[in-house]
Structure formats: structure tokens, C-alpha cells
């Protein structure tokens, strides 16, 4: 099956919880710091917030348009009603993507697509503004799709610029580089497509447009944060050197409805 999410890793990765967390909760972990338990339900704490002009509902499920992102949000504690409104949002195949659902799937439903993820937060991030760094508009997202197709940093779909703030560096006026924001429950933005032409990398391009989506953010008075693969030792380093932290594992996984057909 492709791979279709930035949060893709290679290697399982443990549940582990940071000090001053404790398990229970919906979410797999429960914080103790109000000011991040957004956190543990990020699609549905945005899509309730700031991103509720874009939320599509089937009784209390909430998602994006599906050529904006493929997350979406249940309640913490979801019912077998809300379970059952889950289905409205199956694709052709019977299936619906769960990025950062961590929850026990009722019966019936059909695992079909399951990998780790980590959840980083950057409260002590070293931002910066980039002077290289610009803007993208709509009028770019041709381009952006063509490096997202050769990078696969993850799900940027036609209308994702709408979600955020994107920067990119062009070289010889061609687009090698970018970065922009996604999920944004309240107080907090993720930051989200970060990639670098493959002809390009080993410049810090990509370290760079990180600290200048966060220097944005930081400005908002918002927190950053991002996802990525549990496998994914390359990028949790660079986001490690540029003051992100672990705040929790979490699983990205994709489920067939009950009783839906397959090919």
C-alpha cells in the first residue's frame, strides 16, 4: 500500500510516557498540564477551534475536506454512535484514515494499515526568521505538489496551503525547499511539510524553514509542534538540535468500516 503519511516509520516504537505523565485517558496518556492536553487530540481540539470554518461533521466526527488533510477527530471518549458516524466518512474502499487515534477499534473494523509515530512539542525552540525564505500562495501549490511528489514528506494536498502558513526557498526560481503549518488546536500549530529537493539537501535548508514557521508561530503567542515517523532517526534528530522535545508516541493507522467490500 503507498505510503501516503509524513508520520510513516520503520520500526515500532515503545509507549513510553514523559516524567509528570501517567497513563489512562482516552488518548493513551493523560497529561497533567492542561495547557498541553489539546495535545492528546489534536484534529479534534482544531477542528472544534480554529480550523472549525473547515470542519466537515457526521454526528460529533469531525474531519477536513479530503483534499485538505486526511486527519480527523473523534471525542476522547467516543460511543458506539460515534463509531457507527465514523462510516459516513469511508472512502470507496470501506476504509478511514486514523492518524493519531490511538483508541481500541470496536469490533468489526479492520486494521489495514498500522505504523508508530512520535509527537514532538517545541516549547524550547530556536526560532528565527529566514531571509531566504518567502510566502507560498496559492499560485505556488502546482510547485509545492510537484516537490511534495519527489520528497514524500507526507499528505499536501491541493487545498493544505489553506490550513496555514507555508514558507519555501527557490533556487534559480525554481521551489527546493518548504515548510508550512497544519493541525492547530488552540495554542498550539503543527508544524507540517517539511521537505527539500533531494538535489538540495545537506544545506540545512529544511532546519532553517522549521525555525522560521515556528518564529511565526511564536509570534501568534502559539506553541509549536509536529509528528513524524517513529523510525524517522534522521528528522527527530534535526528537530532535537532545534529544541523540540518528545512529548508521546502515538500510532497512525488506516481501518476498514464493518462489513465493507473489498477488491
Partial sequence: M???????????????ADPGREPGGAGGFRTERVADAVLDN?????????????????????????D???????????GPGDWADLVAFAGPDGAVPLPGVRLD????WEVTEDFAGVQLVGDRVDAAHDPEAVRLTTADVPEMLELVARTRPGPFLPRTIELG??????????????????????GWTEISAVCTDPDQRGQGLA????????AGVLERGETPFLHTGAGNTNA??????????????????????PGARTA
Fill in 207 to 214: 532546519g532553517r524553514l522549521v525555525r522560521a514557521v515556528a
Fill in 2 to 16: 503507498t505510503q501516503t503519511y509524513e508520520e510513516r516509520g520503520a520500526t515500532p516504537a515503545r509507549d513510553t
Fill in 42 to 66: 489534536p484534529a479534534y481540539a482544531a477542528l472544534r477551534g480554529p480550523h472549525a470554518h473547515l470542519a466537515e461533521r457526521s454526528g460529533r466526527v469531525l474531519r477536513y475536506p479530503v
Fill in 68 to 78: 485538505v488533510s486526511p486527519w480527523l477527530g473523534l471525542p476522547d471518549v467516543p
Fill in 236 to 257: 527527530i534528530r534535526l528537530y532535537e538540535t532545534l529544541g523540540f522535545r518528545l512529548r508521546r508516541t502515538t500510532r497512525f493507522r488506516t481501518a476498514r468500516v
Fill in 105 to 108: 477499534l470496536p469490533d468489526g
Fill in 165 to 186: 502558513t507555508y514558507l519555501g526557498i527557490r533556487r534559480g526560481g525554481a521551489l527546493v525547499a518548504m515548510a508550512g503549518e497544519r493541525l492547530r488546536p488552540p
